[in-house]
């Protein structure tokens, strides 16, 4: 009698495999599912709330431009025949400057006869011209799909969030389509389920900026290159057409394009029929931008009036890599080159004492683009986290990306011919980085590009766990641990001198605008990075006054009172207790405001106003 045979078990890996691509409908389809429940709660957190409504209550903003920029459209200038750009604080400020030191420049240019022109319509003017008058002042396709939304649905911006979530669960899709077809089903949906848990993907689409649908383009892109890298034929033009929609979207993708192109004739694996299958689907999308401008008489191929004469401001001397600043030599720059790129370029690195000063400015871009925070610009990432409790517990950081897509790379090493596509995408989102600064939505993009080779990365390190290679995990750990250390500490210089001391600025200034509701998630967050801080307690106190949410506001004013040594949060904490009926309380805490201010002051006098007032306040 013959023994039985022993067969090893395949590895947990190749069962996994085996397992998601035998359920592929069901796992897939209870993904997407996941991912649209899990945006319809968070939107259903965010109802009510000051986040969903930034375009409309913050000048400021480029929200608030991108919606009175689609409104504009949708009114029936479909052409945008006239100049149209924001006119934020520091644009004046620099315009203002720039009329204060060089008076005749405006006459110079032809735009006054001379310096006794108005000040405040001349500020407008030289922005025109720096701007390149009707020249679209950012990429023109998201405004535009903004405004046919307005058009069809009316200026409500939960129709816009809506066709965002939508195409963000696509996104997903096309993460985990990368993943599978350039690795395997496991890491396709590992990759998808990583976008899933990194928070600030989902963050974005909840906002009135075309961040969201850079991120879609880069993804689509990678997609389409390598099915045409794999079937050739019509895929090309495909390719061509989404390069140029994506163009007008956000102009660096032409690199993406160029070097797409470039890869694939060096591979021999694109031919120059299919070069012009390209070109003639770019031509095609591109053809209607083209056509606008040349109607209303700017250059026929500049879809961006803004970065001509802005960028030069993220590369002076006193430029930082992380944080937005306009210092004092941006005015003399926009006199010098005009408005134009390169020689505003030139002027701003001329601003360094050598060309290393510039060479380490743009690598400390690339470096902290590489750190977990999620630096704030127009959207705030802890913000939305503080209004919803399903973000907070989205657990993803980008460090975590980093880490999974270096061990994807290295495990897939010498597929590298293979994967190039892959590798171009995270290449292609880092110039913007390097051309303006780190922010958290400039890097959207690259966290979408390593979506796929992290999920690769942990396929990798859970081969090496169930083959007990634990000096291999070791070894990764060690290499990990520097870099995670650094990447989780939080990034402090943004011009305050502590922790929180961004948000309660940024909560003054909304108090200060009357946006109560804002200004509480502010000094909520100061908090939560500074705890007991006896300003934001005061500030976070006042906030909930506003809203008249009393019960609620008086735990707050008794730990400013207990953390500050003026009367001010006393006076308050006095007038809440006296409005809810709490008269005792209310009184002595009044007398502890008077005691603890200088004679004369405000804050004593209103207390003592208070207590004077006949037959008690």
């Avoid at 930034?54 to 479909?78: I, R």
């Avoid at 066709?163 to 396709?188: D, P």
């Avoid at 943004?494 to 946006?515: C, E, H, I, N």
Wanted: with cysteine; net charge positive.
């Amino acid at each position: 009698m013959s023994a039985p045979s022993m067969t090893t078990p395949p590895p947990l890996t190749e069962r996994l495999d085996g397992f998601l691509v035998r359920h592929r409908r069901r796992v897939l389809g209870g993904l997407l599912l996941l991912a649209v429940f899990l945006r319809v709660m968070v939107g259903m957190e965010l109802a009510g709330g000051p986040l969903l409504h930034v375009h409309e209550q913050n000048p400021a903003s480029d929200n608030y431009f991108f919606a009175q920029w689609a409104q504009h459209l949708a009114d029936g200038d479909w052409l945008q025949r006239v100049p149209l750009h924001p006119m934020t604080a520091w644009m004046r400020r620099v315009a203002g400057q720039v009329m204060r030191e060089h008076p005749s420049y405006p006459v110079d240019l032809g735009l006054a006869k001379d310096t006794a022109y108005d000040p405040r319509s001349m500020t407008v003017a030289l922005w025109d011209h720096w701007l390149g008058g009707p020249t679209y002042f950012q990429e023109p396709l998201y405004p535009y799909l903004v405004a046919l939304t307005r058009a069809a649905f009316g200026p409500d911006g939960a129709f816009v969030f809506a066709w965002q979530l939508a195409l963000g669960v696509l996104g997903l899709f096309l993460v985990y389509r990368l993943g599978r077809a350039l690795f395997s089903e496991t890491a396709g949906v590992l990759a998808a389920v990583l976008g899933l848990l990194y928070a600030p993907l989902l963050v974005h689409e909840f906002t009135l900026l075309r961040d969201s649908l850079i991120v879609l383009f880069t993804l689509a892109l990678m997609t389409a290159l390598v099915a045409a890298l794999e079937r050739g034929g019509w895929r090309w033009s495909l390719f061509g057409a989404l390069s140029g929609l994506a163009v007008l979207v956000k102009v660096p993708f032409v690199i993406f394009l160029g070097l797409a192109l470039a890869g694939a004739v060096a591979s021999r694996r694109c031919r120059a029929g299919d070069v012009g299958r390209v070109l003639a689907g770019l031509a095609v999308t591109l053809l209607p931008a083209v056509a606008r401008n040349a109607l209303v008489g700017v250059p026929w191929l500049k879809f961006n009036g803004s970065g001509t004469s802005m960028l030069a401001y993220y590369h002076m001397a006193d430029s930082r890599p992380y944080q937005f600043s306009i210092g004092p030599g941006y005015a003399d720059i926009l006199i010098k080159s005009d408005g134009r790129l390169l020689p505003a370029l030139r002027e701003a690195i001329q601003t360094h004492a050598s060309p290393w000063g510039f060479i380490r400015l743009s690598l400390a871009k690339v470096l902290y683009s590489l750190h977990g925070d999620e630096v704030p610009n127009n959207v705030d990432v802890a913000l939305f986290r503080q209004a919803s409790g399903l973000l907070r517990a989205l657990p993803l950081p980008f460090w975590a990306l980093g880490v999974l897509g270096a061990a994807g790379t290295v495990a897939t090493r010498a597929r590298w011919r293979e994967l190039w596509p892959l590798y171009l995408g995270i290449a292609a989102a880092l110039p913007t980085l390097v051309l303006a600064s780190f922010i958290s939505r400039y890097r959207l993009p690259l966290a979408a590009a390593l979506l796929p080779l992290a999920g690769a990365g942990a396929v990798a390190l859970l081969r090496q766990a169930q083959a007990r290679r634990w000096g291999v995990l070791g070894v990764t750990a060690l290499l990990a641990a520097p870099y995670v250390a650094w990447a989780s500490r939080p990034l402090r210089d943004f011009g305050v001198d502590s922790p929180g001391g961004y948000y309660r600025s940024q909560g003054a200034m909304a108090l200060r605008a009357g946006w109560a509701d804002f200004a509480e998630l502010n000094y909520r967050e100061a908090l939560r990075r500074e705890p007991g801080h006896g300003q934001a307690h005061l500030g976070l106190g006042t906030a909930l006054l506003q809203q008249g949410l009393v019960d609620d506001a008086l735990p707050e004013l008794r730990a400013a009172a207990d953390g500050l040594t003026s009367g001010e949060p006393l006076l308050l904490l006095g007038r809440a207790l006296l409005a809810t009926g709490r008269r005792e309380e209310g009184l002595a805490a009044l007398h502890e405001a008077v005691a603890r201010e200088p004679a004369g002051s405000s804050v004593r006098q209103q207390s003592e106003q208070l207590l004077s007032l006949p037959g008690g306040p």
